[in-house]
T-cell receptor
């Protein structure tokens, strides 16, 4: 499968714990995006990388959130000191040009108890 | 603030019906409007529209953009149960790299 892959697909954690999600984009795509989706809402933009550079961050991304793409390939999204309001689907997407067609992964669903 | 509004929020139709989904937007520096279909997994791309009045078609699905009135419609003819999904509209801006999504329209097609 040469699509966007995300891991883990599901994560249940207790409030206050740290979690990390990984995204492997389509290999020839240099643009990588993280979005968050809650029930009944469309995806909300979190952050964008072009190669290894993080070029745009939403104000939704509090200081508990950090994202990296160290070698311009895979990316990680870490949430520190999780809160119940962080429960959502975290979607990763990649593209070769933007902001056009994005190819989404199947998401990492986070449940904070 | 950039805004994308979809209507209706949900609808239920019978197989064979034709449906029209609406998307209106208020954004700065519009560049493109995209439609995605989301079943239980990742959103999958349907159309990207950048020019007014030019219909894009793919099988039973078609879409058109009106940049003067700031809206787009997605038509699905001869609906099938496999069309049941959430249909998302998103807008890309000339400057910046994000897409702004609407909340989606939930379509359920009954057999």
């Amino acid at each position: 499968d040469t699509g966007v892959s995300q891991d883990p697909r599901h994560k249940i954690t207790k409030r206050g714990q740290n979690v990390t999600f990984r995204c492997d984009p389509i290999s020839e795509h240099n643009r990588l995006y993280w979005y968050r989706q809650t029930l009944g809402q469309g995806p909300e933009f979190l952050t964008y990388f072009q190669n290894e550079a993080q070029l745009e961050k939403s104000r939704l991304l509090s200081d508990r959130f950090s994202a990296e793409r160290p070698k311009g390939s895979f990316s990680t999204l870490e949430i520190q000191r999780t809160e119940q309001g962080d429960s959502a689907m975290y979607l990763c997407a990649s593209s070769s040009q933007g902001p056009g067609e994005l190819f989404f992964g199947e998401g990492s669903r986070l449940t904070v108890l | 603030e950039d805004k994308v509004v979809q209507s209706p929020l949900s609808l239920v139709v019978h197989e064979g019906d034709t449906v029209t989904l609406n998307c209106s937007y208020e954004v700065t520096n519009f560049r493109s409007l995209l439609w995605y279909k989301q079943e239980k997994k990742a959103p999958t791309f349907l159309f990207m529209l950048t020019s007014s009045g030019i219909e894009k078609k793919s099988g039973r699905l078609s879409s058109i953009l009106d940049k003067k009135e700031l809206f787009s419609i997605l038509n699905i003819t001869a609906t099938q149960t496999g069309d049941s999904a959430i249909y998302l509209c998103a807008v890309g801006m000339e400057y910046g790299n994000k897409l702004v999504f609407g909340a989606g329209t939930i379509l359920r097609v009954k057999s």
